[in-house]
């Protein structure tokens, strides 16, 4: 493609495939473009729920570092609506830690994601702890578990 910087359609091997271009855009700090190429992969992968969750995720974190704290949250819930429906617990895990450290994190709402990732995380075949380390930003992987435990107790 002609005066482009990065071409989104050409999908091979070797190439660049679905959410590529979101993420090399978000890296360049070309948050609009990432936006832009993410809402492609949206479309043309809609039958790829990976591709599907991966982008909403990348629109969130663009649009939280734009800050549209709405928009971003938006995008995020739809990635984690889709990881969850779609049984990708490691996708939703991503999710909700990115919608904690982009969103929530700098409204003091970290709490209201902490039951959804602790179930995230019971649906996975380590122990708690070991996931830990992958949420970074202080994300205590066995506290979520805990909140998700109290969430279902209070349910019954």
């Given at each position: 493609a002609?005066?482009?910087?990065?071409?989104c359609l050409p999908c091979t091997d070797g190439m660049m495939a679905a959410c590529d271009c979101a993420d090399?855009?978000?890296?360049l700090e070309?948050?609009?473009e990432a936006i832009t190429a993410a809402q492609v992969d949206i479309k043309n992968y809609e039958i790829f729920p990976p591709a599907i969750i991966q982008s909403y995720?990348?629109?969130g974190r663009c649009q939280a570092k734009l800050g549209r704290p709405e928009e971003a949250?938006?995008?995020?819930?739809?990635?984690?609506?889709e990881a969850h429906d779609c049984e990708f617990p490691f996708l939703e895990l991503l999710a909700r830690r990115d919608f904690i450290?982009?969103?929530?994190?700098?409204?003091?709402r970290r709490e209201e994601q902490m039951a959804g990732l602790g179930?995230?995380?019971?649906?996975?075949?380590?122990?708690?702890g070991e996931y830990t380390a992958i949420l970074g930003s202080g994300i205590d992987a066995?506290?979520?578990v805990a909140a998700f435990a109290r969430s279902a107790t209070q349910r019954k």
């Amino acid at each position: 493609a002609q005066d482009t910087v990065i071409d989104c359609l050409p999908c091979t091997d070797g190439m660049m495939a679905a959410c590529d271009c979101a993420d090399v855009f978000e890296s360049l700090e070309r948050y609009e473009e990432a936006i832009t190429a993410a809402q492609v992969d949206i479309k043309n992968y809609e039958i790829f729920p990976p591709a599907i969750i991966q982008s909403y995720n990348a629109i969130g974190r663009c649009q939280a570092k734009l800050g549209r704290p709405e928009e971003a949250t938006a995008a995020f819930q739809a990635a984690i609506a889709e990881a969850h429906d779609c049984e990708f617990p490691f996708l939703e895990l991503l999710a909700r830690r990115d919608f904690i450290v982009h969103v929530l994190d700098a409204e003091g709402r970290r709490e209201e994601q902490m039951a959804g990732l602790g179930d995230a995380i019971s649906r996975m075949a380590m122990a708690p702890g070991e996931y830990t380390a992958i949420l970074g930003s202080g994300i205590d992987a066995e506290a979520a578990v805990a909140a998700f435990a109290r969430s279902a107790t209070q349910r019954k």
